[in-house]
T-cell receptor, first 116, second 114 residues
Framework: GDSVTQMEGPVTLSEEAFLTINCTYTATGYPSLFWYVQYPGEGLQLLLKATKADDKGSNKGFEATYRKETTSFHLEKGSVQVSDSAVYFC???????????????FGQGTILTVHP | GAVVSQHPSRVICKSGTSVKIECRSLDFQATTMFWYRQFPKQSLMLMATSNEGSKATYEQGVEKDKFLINHASLTLSTLTVTSAHPEDSSFYICSGQPGPYEQYFGPGTRLTVT
């Protein structure tokens, strides 16, 4: 079945440091890929997405590129802020036509803490 | 836009009782709603998928008689945990999907069974 693997956390960085959170996936066909962020005490918010190979999703300074050849969707940000401290989830959604279409499969989440 | 609310945000109940959690899409019609369970420091696990007006589809290993889901309208789905036990304590999150687009997540409900 479909699966998503994220780098284990927690990740602790100083403000303005470069961030990379690795994400790789296993899926049949061509899934859509997502990064969600969960701030303390809140629900998940969509951070960015990519729906086909070589697409780059970006939002709030975060970027991730859909790499089909390496089945990866690594999250990056050039300069993190304290306000970026949260849990980040990589997820995939199966492609249309399958019985699991619409369902999201999540990675285990990576806790990011940014210190001033 | 695309706001999903959950009520209550936090509930404590005694073992053996039932508790209902509501999930509402406030500014869109959710043809499909999903219910997830999140254990501490772990990922979200999909419990069931519900479509308005039809029976929910449960994931393997999820007891449908224990976790009753009713998708009564295009803006409301409820999850009832029946005969709750301490092992049911968890963070329950719903999401709404207005057609084949992104899911919009609620803020979650923290259930504690004593």
């Amino acid at each position: 079945g479909d699966s998503v693997t994220q780098m284990e956390g927690p990740v602790t960085l100083s403000e303005e440091a470069f961030l990379t959170i690795n994400c790789t996936y296993t899926a049949t066909g061509y899934p859509s890929l997502f990064w969600y962020v969960q701030y303390p005490g809140e629900g998940l918010q969509l951070l960015l997405k990519a729906t086909k190979a070589d697409d780059k999703g970006s939002n709030k300074g975060f970027e991730a590129t859909y790499r089909k050849e390496t089945t990866s969707f690594h999250l990056e940000k050039g300069s993190v802020q304290v306000s970026d401290s949260a849990v980040y989830f990589c997820a995939l959604r199966a492609n249309a036509g399958g019985t699991s279409y619409g369902k999201l499969t999540f990675g285990q989440g990576t806790i990011l803490t940014v210190h001033p | 836009g695309a706001v999903v609310s959950q009520h209550p945000s936090r509930v404590i109940c005694k073992s053996g009782t039932s508790v209902k959690i509501e999930c509402r899409s406030l500014d869109f019609q959710a043809t499909t709603m999903f219910w997830y369970r999140q254990f501490p420091k772990q990922s979200l696990m999909l419990m069931a998928t519900s479509n308005e007006g039809s029976k929910a589809t449960y994931e393997q290993g999820v007891e449908k008689d224990k976790f009753l889901i009713n998708h009564a309208s295009l803006t409301l789905s409820t999850l009832t945990v029946t005969s709750a036990h301490p092992e049911d304590s968890s963070f329950y999150i719903c999401s709404g999907q207005p057609g084949p687009y992104e899911q919009y997540f609620g803020p979650g409900t923290r259930l504690t069974v004593t």
